[in-house]
């Protein structure tokens, strides 16, 4: 696959076999932790003496920091080299997954997964801008499949293999692990990485930092303490967090809008491919994410099954959702984006509802099945989407694309487990309130299943607006400079 990488090149005099190894490597480990702990949460819940709603920060937390972080990437990838981003990011994910493995209690677990995530939040729009510098658009696709192998298929392999490492090692070799990687990736680097791009040291714009760390900051924030009250989306503190965000990032926006050199630069959204990407990506972040924490807590939950268990369930689909990335990149560079995103989404819609129809007594292979059959959706959807929306943009805006796509993923991540989380809570309650025996067994689990259920249709809905955009999506030409739609 590297060979193949390397021939695809569309500049002979550079070395994208050793860039390509040495991000591909550092990027798996770093966006594997994404995910990692999933399956761990009810581990860690009783290794802490910490609640759901607690323990929930592992996650929302680490896509909290990546949002607030990626949109200031756009700045630093003109700023510093390649060689210097991608050692400066590992260094600091190094250092957070030490204090992880080494972590005595919740608080410092939580430090730790703070500066993993400044370290990922860095490194995936590093990968992206570097793969657009690379390569010309028409071979875009088995690229962005290749690299969707890390992209998708790392996030997605997290819940299983945390089972298994949880259930025979412990959740300290959840991050133990990873250090030797991480050490050989910085290595490997530090000999063979070389430079992509030019630097142009954008002049720092003070205010829209500020506005993007508190704007994107807010949401996911507020977002995520819907779950920590009784109130939820009722509490006035939490609307209060998430108007000021959505504020913030408007006056974000705005201003960069004016910027003659803008920190994030909002012009991409007049390209219509471009804004279609962004929809149907988010449609499938927010699926992904949500379900790989609410179905291994079914699992584990009503079905009572161990944390192995959980990750072998989960294991076919998160394998064949790495499996398929490269070949949807391929058909998508044979075929063009209509007749790949189209036909997934279909599928993707069905196997939700589907999903949304899922009871105690539903077979085990019926719940490997729908798992994997919408891993793969996901795969056929993603990264040929992410790519295609890419490909209309100028070079210029190249860094600002990836930025933008970037921050989408944990703000977007974050939002639907929060989201998602609470909608499931509020529902297993009222189920509860209305039962006779609220104390049962078996009305905790009938409740679980309740909320779990409603999660998916809910789910089906967000799934059906990304049908519907898929619909408009179609190869575009790639303009030459900004000023084509100024």
């Not at 493995?101 to 410092?108: E, G, Q, T, Y």
């Not at 007049?270 to 994410?289: E, H, K, N, Q």
């Not at 036909?343 to 490997?368: N, Y």
């Not at 944990?410 to 909608?423: D, E, Q, R, T």
């Amino acid at each position: 696959m590297i060979k193949e990488i390397e021939f695809l090149a569309e500049d002979p005099n550079v070395k994208v076999k050793s860039i390509m190894i040495s991000l591909i490597i550092g990027a798996f480990f770093a966006i594997l932790n994404e995910t990692l702990l999933n399956v761990a949460l009810t581990t860690l819940m009783e290794e802490f003496h910490v609640t759901a709603t607690t323990v929930q920060w592992l996650a929302t937390g680490f896509l909290l920091v990546m949002g607030i972080i990626t949109p200031i990437s756009a700045l630093l990838l003109q700023s510093f080299t390649t060689r210097q981003m991608f050692m400066g990011t590992m260094t600091v994910f190094a250092i957070g997954t030490l204090i992880c493995a080494l972590a005595i209690n919740f608080p410092l677990l939580f430090m730790g997964r703070i500066l993993q995530a400044v370290g990922t939040g860095l490194l995936i729009p590093l990968i992206f801008n570097a793969i657009l510098l690379i390569y010309p658009p028409e071979r875009r696709g088995a690229v962005m499949g290749t690299i969707g192998l890390v992209i998708t298929f790392a996030p997605a392999i997290g819940p299983p293999l945390s089972g298994i490492i949880v259930e025979y090692l412990g959740w300290r070799y959840l991050f133990i692990v990873v250090i030797p990687f991480i050490l050989f990736s910085m290595a490997f680097a530090y000999k063979y990485l070389t430079n992509v791009g030019e630097m142009t040291k954008p002049q720092v714009d003070l205010r829209s930092i500020v506005y993007s760390t508190l704007g994107f900051g807010g949401i996911v924030l507020g977002f995520s303490l819907v779950g920590e009250g009784s109130k939820g989306f009722f509490d006035p503190k939490i609307i209060l967090m998430i108007l000021l965000g959505f504020i913030l990032t408007t006056l974000f926006v705005t201003r960069q809008l004016k910027l003659a050199e803008p920190l994030l630069d909002m012009r991409v959204f007049r390209y219509p491919m471009f804004s279609l990407g962004v929809i149907l990506f988010v449609t499938v972040v927010v699926v992904m994410f949500s379900t790989e924490i609410i179905l291994p807590m079914y699992m584990q939950g009503p079905l009572a099954l161990t944390a192995a268990t959980t990750g072998l369930i989960l294991l076919p689909g998160s394998l064949l959702n790495g499996v398929f990335s490269p070949v949807m990149g391929k058909l998508f560079d044979r075929y063009g984006p209509r007749k790949i995103i189209i036909p997934a989404a279909v599928v993707l819609a069905g196997d939700v509802l589907i999903m949304s129809q899922i009871k105690i007594d539903t077979p085990i292979w019926m719940i490997i099945v729908t798992f994997t059959v919408l891993m793969i959706s996901i795969s056929a959807i993603m990264m040929p989407a992410q790519t295609n929306g890419l490909n209309e943009l100028p070079k210029n805006l190249y860094p600002h694309g990836s930025a933008v796509m970037n921050t989408l993923i944990p703000v977007m991540g974050a939002v639907g487990i929060s989201v998602f989380m609470s909608l499931l809570a509020q529902k297993q309650q009222s189920f509860i309130e209305m039962s006779h025996d609220p104390t049962a067994q078996t009305t905790q689990q009938a409740a679980f299943v309740s909320g779990f259920e409603f999660v998916f249709f809910v789910s089906f809905g967000i799934v059906f607006i990304g049908l519907i955009a898929s619909l408009f999506v179609k190869r575009p030409t790639p303009a030459e400079s900004i000023e084509e739609t100024s």
